[in-house]
């Protein structure tokens, strides 16, 4: 005679064992270990692509952020520029500092920050000496508020704050085109020391 009692239970697809309880309540048993092994397998190689892929972004870090191995190139540049750069007929400051540079589609953007500008700008022409630096006929007002600022795209550094003054080349040759911070004390004199954005084209 067959006990109906607790203790029985039936067997389900899968080979699982499905138990009867006291009070009615079904209890269905856990995976044995042989499934958990299957389980552990695949997630141990997942585990083991993620370290790789890590480690190899770790590895080339330099590569992705600075290009060329330049530290003043910034990411996406496809164009390496020299240690010393020129725009505009004329090598930037040489104290100049924080200096960084995008290039792409045969331009070049360079950042850097200068207390030499007015120097540079009377060398590539853009502001004949004795003239003010700040006169509507040599550039003009930048639409840079005060407090204000702005990063060209792909650009990285710091960005250019407001208020500030624009140049650009005139007549026969390659167009430069010069973004410079002004004192946002006076009307007429650029900041000391100002961060400078220059735009060019190269190749």
Known sequence: MRDGGGG????????????????????????????RRRLAGPAAVVAVLV????????????????????GRACGGSDTE???????????????AS??????????????????RMPGYL????????????LDGGFGGAYALGEGESELPEG?????????????RTAGPGPVVDV???RSSLTHDTLRSPARVVVSFGIG
Request: hydrophobic share 40%; net charge neutral.
């Open 8 to 35: 029985g239970g039936r067997a389900v697809p899968g080979g699982i064992a499905e138990t009867s309880q006291p009070g009615g309540i079904r209890e269905t048993a856990r995976a044995g270990p042989g499934a």
């Open 51 to 70: 370290l790789l892929a890590g480690g190899f972004c770790w590895l080339f870090r330099g590569e992705l952020l600075h290009p060329f191995g330049d």
């Open 81 to 95: 520029l020299p240690a010393v750069i020129s725009a505009g007929g004329a090598p930037i400051p040489a104290d």
């Open 98 to 115: 924080e200096i960084h540079y995008v290039t792409g589609d045969g331009r070049a953007q360079v950042s850097f920050r200068s207390d």
């Open 122 to 133: 009377h060398r590539t022409g853009l502001v004949p000496e004795g003239k003010p630096l």
């Open 155 to 167: 650009l990285c550094g710091p960005a250019l704050r407001g208020p500030a003054w624009s140049y």
């Open 179 to 181: 973004l410079v911070e």
